[in-house]
């Protein structure tokens, strides 16, 4: 049940972009993001229900394919700040319900 | 706000002992969860309450682990025995759940070392 996130680590200079993607082998109700620095707690990031809507607000944003069962999520123009371990979560069936993260991927800006 | 308040932050402690988690979540939302996080398995989800109720505990890894949420404001995670295995940083994180759309709140985590 648990999703799955690619790629497992990926390292940018500042200024490039970046993609993480999530992926689900069971249909989803909804899709959420959350970034941990090291030695924090995970922070929200973004929710993204079902209906292939996208959200985003600065330079992070993220679309949801529901028939594909897949989130991305778009790092544009990375900051030194971004750097972090991003995590998605998934909620399946058609209401409310647990949310099940992903193994997260480790993202790391240098300059 | 304060935000979720979880103690204690560090908890050393050798194996047999009982260990007591505790977490505050944020006034007003009604629904609390527990995390347990290691480099191996991840951020797992424990349990989850709505309204002081259990409504899920399949992630509780077994009979040792129980967890109490007697009002509102605090929930306990509790370890009886504790093993060398069950070392992670555990998360406690509240929300304000209404359908299919809630963020989590987490707070700062307790990082326990069984030895």
């Known amino acids: 049940q648990q999703p799955v996130q690619s790629p497992q680590a990926v390292i940018l200079r500042e200024g490039e972009d970046a993609v993480i993607n999530c992926s689900s082998s069971?249909?989803?109700?909804?899709v959420h993001w959350y970034r941990q620095k090291h030695g924090e707690a995970p922070v929200f990031l973004m929710i993204l229900l079902k209906g292939g809507e996208q959200k985003g607000h600065d330079k992070i944003s993220a679309s949801f394919n529901e028939k594909k069962q897949q989130s991305s999520l778009y790092l544009t123009a990375s900051q030194l700040s971004y750097s972090g371990t991003y995590f998605c979560?998934?909620?399946?069936?058609?209401?409310?319900?647990?949310?099940?993260f992903g193994p997260g991927t480790s993202l790391s800006v240098i300059p | 706000d304060a935000g979720v308040i979880q103690s204690p932050r560090h908890e050393v402690t050798e194996m047999g002992q009982e260990v007591t988690l505790r977490c505050k979540p944020i006034?007003?939302?009604?629904?609390l969860f527990w995390y347990r996080q290691t480099m191996m398995r991840g951020l797992e989800l424990l349990i989850y309450?709505?309204?002081?109720?259990?409504?899920?505990d399949s992630g509780m890894p077994e009979d040792r682990f129980s967890a109490k949420m007697p009002n509102a404001s605090f929930s306990t995670l509790k370890i009886q025995p504790s093993e060398p295995r069950d070392s992670a940083v555990y998360f406690c994180?509240?929300?304000?759940?209404?359908?299919?759309?809630?963020?989590?709140?987490f707070g700062p985590g307790t990082r326990l070392t069984v030895t």
């Open positions: 979560g998934t909620e399946m069936g058609t209401s409310y319900d647990k949310v099940i």
């Open positions: 994180a509240s929300s304000w759940t209404n359908v299919g759309s809630y963020e989590q709140y």
């Open positions: 006034s007003g939302h009604n629904s």
């Open positions: 309450f709505n309204n002081n109720v259990p409504i899920d």
């Open positions: 069971k249909a989803l109700y909804s």
